[in-house]
């Protein structure tokens, strides 16, 4: 499973990178707009905080697939290391997704809602596809079991392009998408938080505390 942040938040970034087992980020014109600043200082930071190491999947804001190519190049080019562009899924996008192949730039087709949409995009040459599981989810159209279909079929026809879950709202959406055997997820860092805290965790982690303390007092391992 890989994670990752769906976000254009600079100290959200920073925070995550640093306490969470992060791949990269992903951002879309709504994710960037929310910013208020100028778009290429904004993807240079990201890239600064992540590394080049780390995948960093950003979407193209043209139609025609002549400039998508075009746009892609340019973004690739300014913010280097593991770029993927993201492309949400219609005929141009796809056109532009079989004309990357040859510039090696890998693309994430976006925007995706159904195991169609998702087959062909991968049939074009999509390295990732992203489904959208809460707006799914809110058309109560099961954003979960979209994703399971999803990964069943490129595993069935052995189709070199990973699922990459996006738009959770709950914890327990990344969960069901885990045990489908999803690839990757892109989540904020409310939802990061929200998959590893428990109040269990926190009354054990308490007792440790009180009966170390109730013998040793405040003294550690390291001044023993
Ligand atoms: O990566 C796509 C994602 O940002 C969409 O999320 O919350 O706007 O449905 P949302």
């Known amino acids: 499973m890989i994670y990752i942040l769906d976000t254009a938040d600079i100290e959200e970034i920073r925070y995550c990178n640093e306490f969470y087992p992060v791949s990269g980020v992903t951002t879309n014109p709504t994710i960037i707009s929310r910013e208020h600043e100028d778009f290429w200082k904004i993807v240079k930071e990201i890239r600064d ?3 080049p190491d780390k995948m960093f999947h950003v979407q193209t804001t043209q139609k025609k697939a002549e400039d998508i ?6 973004l690739k080019e300014r913010i280097g290391g593991e770029f993927y562009v993201k492309i949400p899924i219609c005929e141009e996008g796809l056109k532009a997704t079989m004309m990357l192949k040859n510039w090696g730039i890998g693309v994430t087709m976006t925007a995706i809602f159904t195991p169609a949409q998702a087959l062909i995009a991968a049939k074009a040459g999509a390295s990732f596809v992203a489904p959208y599981v809460n707006r799914l989810d809110n058309i109560i159209a099961d954003g979960c079991e979209v994703v399971a279909e999803i990964t069943k079929q490129l595993n069935l026809y052995n189709l070199d392009c990973r699922v990459l879950a996006a ?3 709950t914890a327990e959406q990344v969960h069901k998408c885990a045990s489908a055997g999803c690839h990757s997820v892109t ?5 990061l938080k929200s998959l590893i805290s428990n109040p269990m965790t926190d009354v054990a982690v308490a007792t440790f505390e009180k009966d170390w ?3 040793y007092g405040d003294k550690t391992i390291l001044e023993f």
């Open 49 to 51: 905080i992540i590394g």
């Open 69 to 74: 190519v075009e746009e892609a190049k340019l």
């Open 167 to 169: 738009s959770f709202k």
């Open 187 to 191: 989540v904020t860092s409310g939802i």
């Open 213 to 215: 303390e109730t013998v």
